[in-house]
C-alpha cells in the first residue's frame, strides 16, 4: 500500500451478495501539534468570564500581515481560515533542544490551515508536508527588504525567507483560500499546553526504548505530559515504521486526544484548569494584529456547538516529486479540487420547502449494498466510498454475479422511499427502483453500470480524505 495517506487503494471486490459487518530539518515534528491545541482552546471556549484578559492579551505578540502580504484572494463566505505556523526558534527556553541551531534562522517545517466551517458545524487541520515543492511569490522582509521568489522551493523555505507573511503568501497563491489568521508557536508552548491539560492520552502498540529521543514507556494507554510528550511526537525511531506518513498519523492521533481533553467539560469547565490553559497557550504565541483575545473570544463563542467528533485533520493531496525523489509535489487534479471544496465551504439557511409527498428518507437512514456490474476494477469500493461521504450506510461492497449494460437499484421490502433517496444522488444513469425478491427487508442494492456518474455531493461539504484523523477516534487505532 502506499505511505501517501491521499491515494486510496481497493480492495478486491468481494462475492455478491455478502454482507460483512460495518466496519530533512529536525524539528517539524512537534510544532504545528503546539498550534492546533491553541487552536482548540479557541475553538472550544469562550473567554468572557476569564478575570485575566489583559495578561493574556500582554503574552501574545503581534505582526502586521496586511501591510506586508499584497493582494488577497477573495473571502466567499463566512468559514474562518487561520494558518497554524511552529517555528522552531532556539531562543529562551527553547535553546535546549538544539544549542547548536541557535543562530540560524526559525524554521516553520510544520504548516497547518486550520479551517472552521461557520456555526461550529465542523473544523479541518489541514498539513502541507514540509518537502512540499511548490511556486513562492517575491516577499516583503521586516526590514522593508524583499526576498526573491521561485518557481520551485519547499514550502518551509517561506518562512525562513520572511517570515510568516511570506507563508501566507504563498498558500494563498497555491490555494487561493483567503487565509483570515494567523498563529505562531515554539517547543516550550507545546509542553505548556499539555502539562496545563495535566497530559494527554497515548496508545503504544509495544515498549519504546528510544535513546536517541530518551524516549522509555511501556505498551498500551497511558498519559504523557513534559518531556516525554515532546519527544513522542517528534521521535524518529521505535514507533511506527518510521516514515513519514507513520509519523504524521501518530501526531494527528496525539492532537485528537489534545483536542478531545481541551474540549471536554472537565478542564473547560474548571476555572483554574482553564486558566492555566489559556496562560500555557498565548504565552509562546504570535499572531497577526486582528486575532486578539477578543477575536479570540468571538471565534470560541460561534463554534461552541461544535464536538470533538467534528474536528478532523487530513494531509493535503500530494505525491512524488520527479526531479527529486526526497521531495513531494501536490497531486493533481485531487489538490485543487480539495482546496475549491475549502473555498466553497458555507453556511446553507435555505426556508424548508412545502411538500405533499411522502417525506424523504435522509441518507443516514438509508442501507446500502454496492455491486460491481461493470469489468472495471475497483468500482464497487469507489463508489461505496463516495456514498459514505454523503452519509449512507453501506453494509456490503462486491461483485455483481453478471455484468450489466445499465445501473440498477433494487430495493427489499419497505425500502420504496430508501431507493428514492438512493437514486436523488446519482448522476448519468436515472435507474427506476424496482423491488427485490427476499433479502434483508429496507436494504437497497446499486448494481453499477457503465452508465453510472459520480456521486452527488453536498453543496456546502468538504470530502472525506484516505487516512484522515477525527479527535473523539480510537487513539490505538493509528500508532
Not at 94 to 106: F, H, P, Q, V, W
Not at 375 to 396: E, M, T
Request: net charge positive; glycine share 10%.
Amino acid at each position: 500500500m502506499s505511505s501517501n495517506p491521499m491515494y486510496m487503494e481497493y480492495v478486491d471486490d468481494a462475492d455478491y451478495g455478502e454482507e460483512p459487518q460495518p466496519a530533512r530539518r529536525r524539528s517539524w515534528r512537534i510544532l504545528g501539534w503546539v498550534s492546533i491545541g491553541l487552536s482548540v482552546i479557541m475553538v472550544a471556549t469562550s473567554l468572557t468570564a476569564y478575570a485575566g484578559y489583559r495578561k493574556l492579551n500582554g503574552n501574545i505578540t503581534h505582526e502586521d500581515v496586511d501591510a506586508a502580504v499584497g493582494p488577497r484572494p477573495k473571502k466567499l463566505n463566512k468559514a474562518l481560515n487561520i494558518l497554524l505556523l511552529g517555528s522552531d526558534t532556539r531562543a529562551g527556553a527553547n535553546a535546549k533542544y538544539g544549542r547548536g541551531l541557535k543562530n540560524e534562522a526559525a524554521r516553520a517545517d510544520t504548516t497547518i490551515l486550520l479551517h472552521l466551517s461557520p456555526g461550529g458545524t465542523g473544523a479541518l487541520g489541514i498539513s502541507f508536508p514540509r518537502d512540499l515543492v511548490v511556486p513562492r511569490p517575491s516577499c516583503k522582509r521586516k526590514d522593508g527588504s524583499r526576498a526573491p521568489g521561485s518557481n520551485a522551493a519547499m514550502i518551509n523555505e517561506a518562512f525562513t525567507y520572511a517570515g510568516a507573511t511570506c507563508t501566507i503568501a504563498t498558500i494563498e497563491a497555491m490555494t487561493n483560500i483567503k487565509i483570515d489568521h494567523f498563529a505562531q508557536v515554539d517547543f516550550a508552548g507545546f509542553k505548556g499546553i499539555v502539562n496545563a491539560l495535566g497530559g494527554v492520552q497515548i496508545c503504544l502498540p509495544k515498549d519504546v526504548d528510544d535513546r536517541e529521543a530518551k524516549l522509555h514507556l511501556k505498551k498500551g494507554k497511558q498519559i504523557v505530559k513534559g518531556e516525554d510528550a515532546l519527544a513522542y511526537v517528534r521521535a524518529r525511531h521505535g514507533l511506527g515504521d518510521g516514515s513519514d506518513t507513520s509519523r504524521i498519523k501518530r501526531q494527528q492521533q496525539f492532537l485528537g486526544s489534545v483536542a478531545n481533553k481541551a474540549m471536554s467539560g472537565g478542564v473547560l469547565a474548571n476555572p483554574i484548569k482553564l486558566t492555566s490553559l489559556l496562560n500555557a497557550g498565548t504565552k509562546s504565541l504570535t499572531t497577526d494584529k486582528g486575532l486578539t483575545i477578543g477575536v479570540m473570544r468571538e471565534i470560541a463563542t460561534s463554534m461552541q456547538g461544535m464536538s470533538a467528533g467534528k474536528l478532523r485533520f487530513v494531509t493535503v493531496p500530494y505525491g512524488a516529486y520527479a526531479p527529486d525523489p526526497n521531495r513531494v509535489a501536490l497531486a493533481q487534479p485531487a489538490a485543487n479540487n480539495f482546496f475549491a471544496a475549502i473555498r466553497s465551504d458555507r453556511e446553507v439557511k435555505e426556508e424548508p420547502k412545502k411538500s405533499t409527498s411522502a417525506p424523504k428518507v435522509p441518507a443516514s437512514q438509508v442501507r446500502v449494498r454496492v455491486y460491481n456490474g461493470t469489468a472495471v476494477s475497483g468500482h464497487a469500493q469507489r463508489y461505496a466510498d463516495q456514498l459514505k461521504a454523503q452519509g449512507f450506510q453501506v453494509v456490503a461492497v462486491g461483485t455483481a454475479p453478471r455484468a450489466v449494460t445499465a445501473t440498477q437499484v433494487r430495493y427489499g421490502a419497505g425500502g420504496d422511499q430508501q431507493a428514492a433517496t438512493l437514486v436523488g444522488v446519482l448522476t448519468g444513469a436515472s435507474p427506476t427502483p424496482q423491488p427485490r425478491q427476499g433479502g434483508t427487508p429496507a436494504v437497497v442494492d446499486l448494481i453499477i453500470g457503465p452508465d453510472l456518474g459520480p456521486v452527488k455531493r453536498k453543496a456546502n461539504s468538504i470530502p472525506k480524505l484516505q487516512g484522515e484523523i477525527r479527535a473523539n477516534g480510537n487513539i490505538c487505532k493509528a500508532t
